[in-house]
């Protein structure tokens, strides 16, 4: 700032009058200015960047999603009333425990349900013996495990699926819980290391598709969040004996799970809250960006490491002057026929199998046909736009699978079942003002199956009611509330954009439902 103090100097008694030079003061004007562009930019990336999610027009009737903390944890008091919280998975040695005050002087283990804890005591300086400890408060005093619990010197604390799994069935077993939705949640064993950087994968199924998603657990070598609902209370036993293989246990210890048991005195029940459950996975996952998709699909084997190293580091050098944007994964499905092929795991022999007529776009009409996989994404050598994606303009009805900041808005969950449950979603970016980007070289695939039959008759007895939350009445209908009668034209599209003229696309599945 403008110094004005009245300064004085040696041999004079009058105050120095200031110089009409006014190099002073334009200096301190710039670095005035500076400071206020400074101020503009960290603002902007501080409080705007970081409260996209609270721009999003909200939606009616929607739950409160908030991250469910880590079930498993335990309590180890001394003596003295010095206590920690230890984190599951981990095996704790004298060091440890030294730290911490507990070694050989333990009077108090409190234990969380959803662990298993084993400790080491010794007897002598000869003997020692591993404890089971129970849940909740063990005394290591003459009331309760006596010296033995007290001569502590090693811990080893688990949780996983199968010990969460036992958890939920002897919930269940309780009268009070009969009507209650019951969600727990099984944390990965490992957290992504740099999570703004990185992207999860998105996953809603139910018991008899835990195999099935394995090949994509297999195929995805980053983080990833699934909900598992139990469409009824006999699918507890199932997957707990899924779960005492261990193999399996292990497949899915990289997988956020979050565990659904919904009130089975409600038939609301048997109405497939799918967007529900992926709002939950969502949720519970941590990194900044997201890929949802559904069980059957399996990503091909680059799809991760090219987010990771191209897509994400491209989207955050050009954030401040790209708008929203859906990055679409194009996806095929191998026919019935030829299910016993293997799944190709490379561009060049998905290529192969289109040619062939082996492989195809999954829905190519309204559903997937906007994507233009096959008239664009198949071409080789590319010969126009821009090599990481080209871009295409929303179309209604279209259920793209994509990956989006986190801050994007999240699922309507009054959808439940097939039928809308994408499409209205899609609808809601576009309402927002995204692009929509199809990603080149990558893709997802599954095999062609049987329509799978809903557990006790439930799709069938929950499409009759007449309460079904509808996409071309009552979506179409709010959104336009919201966002004006042109929600359901393409907002997004840039002039270079592949239009719906260049899509040769019908201009009805373009607006379907407009009146």
């Not at 009737?61 to 180890?76: E, G, M, N, R, W």
């Not at 979603?425 to 599954?446: I, S």
């Not at 329509?451 to 007895?461: A, D, H, I, L, Y």
């Not at 034209?489 to 019908?506: H, L, T």
Request: with cysteine.
């Amino acid at each position: 700032m403008y110094n004005n103090t009245r300064r004085h100097y040696k041999g004079s008694s009058k105050p120095l009058r200031p110089s009409s030079t006014p190099s002073s003061r334009q200096c301190t004007t710039r670095e005035l200015v500076l400071a206020f562009i400074l101020f503009v930019l960290l603002y902007f990336f501080f409080f705007y960047a970081n409260n996209q999610e609270s721009r999003v027009k909200k939606l009616k009737q929607q739950p409160t999603y908030i991250k469910h903390d880590t079930l498993c944890s335990v309590t180890l008091c001394n003596p003295t009333g010095k206590c920690s919280n230890w984190k599951p998975d981990q095996h704790y040695t004298w060091s440890d425990l030294s730290q911490a005050r507990v070694f050989r002087d333990l009077a108090t283990i409190q234990l969380n349900k959803g662990c298993q804890l084993k400790i080491k005591v010794e007897k002598s300086l000869e003997e020692s013996e591993w404890l089971i400890i129970p849940e909740g408060v063990t005394e290591c005093s003459d009331s309760g495990y006596g010296v033995l619990c007290r001569n502590f010197v090693e811990m080893d604390l688990q949780s996983n699926v199968l010990i969460m799994a036992k958890e939920m069935e002897s919930l269940m077993k309780e009268q009070l819980n009969q009507n209650q939705e019951i969600i727990l949640v099984q944390p990965a064993k490992e957290e992504p290391q740099n999570k703004k950087v990185d992207v999860t994968l998105i996953s809603q199924f139910t018991v008899n598709r835990l195999d099935t998603f394995s090949k994509a657990i297999e195929a995805w070598n980053g983080p990833i969040s699934a909900t598992i609902y139990l469409t009824n209370p006999n699918d507890i036993k199932d997957l707990i004996s899924y779960f005492e293989n261990e193999k399996n246990v292990e497949t899915y210890a990289r997988v956020i799970i979050t565990l659904v048991k919904p009130n089975y005195l409600d038939n609301t029940h048997l109405a497939y809250p799918i967007n529900h459950l992926r709002n939950l996975a969502i949720t519970e996952s941590s990194t900044d960006y997201i890929f949802v998709i559904d069980a059957d699909f399996t990503p091909s084997k680059n799809l991760y490491s090219y987010i990771r190293s191209q897509l994400i580091p491209y989207a955050i050098h050009n954030s401040a002057s790209m708008p929203s944007t859906a990055w679409v994964v194009p996806c095929f499905a191998i026919r019935e026929e030829f299910s016993d092929l293997p799944l190709p795991e490379t561009y060049n022999e998905l290529r192969r199998l289109v040619g062939k007529d082996v492989a195809y776009i999954t829905d190519p009409g309204a559903g997937h046909g906007p994507t233009l996989a096959t008239e664009i994404a198949m071409v080789r050598p590319l010969l126009m736009g821009d090599p990481l994606a080209y871009e295409v303009c929303y179309e209604s009805q279209w259920e793209p699978y994509y990956v989006v900041h986190r801050s994007a808005p999240l699922y309507d969950a009054r959808f439940r079942n097939q039928g809308g449950d994408k499409q209205s979603h899609a609808l809601h970016l576009n309402a927002e003002g995204y692009r929509f980007m199809v990603l080149r070289q990558v893709f997802m695939v599954h095999k062609d199956h049987s329509t799978f039959v809903w557990p006790n008759g439930g799709f069938e007895r929950s499409q009759k009611a007449t309460t079904n939350w509808n996409y071309f009445v009552g979506f179409m209908q709010e959104i336009e509330g919201i966002y004006g009668k042109s929600a359901r034209w393409p907002r997004g599209c840039s002039a270079n954009s592949i239009g719906w003229q260049d899509q040769r696309r019908d201009t009805v599945g373009l607006a379907a439902g407009a009146v």
